[in-house]
């Protein structure tokens, strides 16, 4: 129930279905905290006109690249980003945010955390590291992600303003619930 909820009923629709021109695509990796704020960040990247995509199984050769032993969900996060970078139809770009706390709703104490797993923490660095090869593929694509980022944070060369509110606001109400 949880995952039709957040994946289906609070995850974005594609950019086209919006009515919004599609610019390219971005992977996330079903893992860790993606699972609680995939609605905000599908929502904000759809709002830019970029369709988000999520592997759809775990590989077992991506979870043989664990280079130590790990907990079931980290290896399941090694099985996911293999079958990321290895499908298909790869994305242009892939979406993999470093997490250190979340909010903490429950605390009375203003702008009050909780830190989380130390390896939810590090999680893009073990897998930087347990895919180097594959990456280093992509490590052209690095300045073009970065340009992109860069265009879309300024608004030059026709690239919508990222960081404006309305866009920014979308993806907190739906997050929000």
């Known amino acids: 129930m949880r995952q039709q909820l957040i994946f289906e009923k609070y995850g974005a629709l594609p950019p086209a279905d919006r009515g919004i021109k599609q610019r390219g695509v971005v992977g996330f990796n079903r893992s860790f905290l993606i699972n609680t704020y995939y609605p905000l960040y599908s929502n904000f990247f759809s ?4 369709k988000v995509i999520l592997p759809q199984a775990p590989s077992q050769e991506g979870i043989d690249h664990c280079n130590a032993p790990f907990c079931y969900p980290v290896e399941l996060a090694h099985g996911f980003f293999y ?13 993999l945010p470093h997490f250190k706390a979340v909010p903490d709703d429950k ?3 203003p702008n009050s955390q909780s830190q989380v ?9 073990y897998l930087q590291s347990a895919f180097r090869k594959k990456l280093g593929q992509l490590v052209p694509g690095w300045h073009k992600a970065v340009n992109a ?3 879309s944070v300024t ?5 919508p303003q ?3 509110s309305s866009r920014h606001s979308n993806g907190i109400k739906t997050q929000s619930g």
């Open 107 to 109: 605390n009375a104490e």
């Open 117 to 125: 797993c130390p390896l939810v923490q590090g999680e893009t660095f």
């Open 162 to 164: 990222a960081f404006d």
């Open 155 to 159: 608004g030059n060369r026709g690239c």
């Open 83 to 95: 079958s990321l970078i290895e499908s298909n139809h790869p994305p242009d770009y892939i979406f």
């Open 47 to 50: 709002e830019l006109g970029y």
């Open 149 to 151: 980022v860069d265009r």
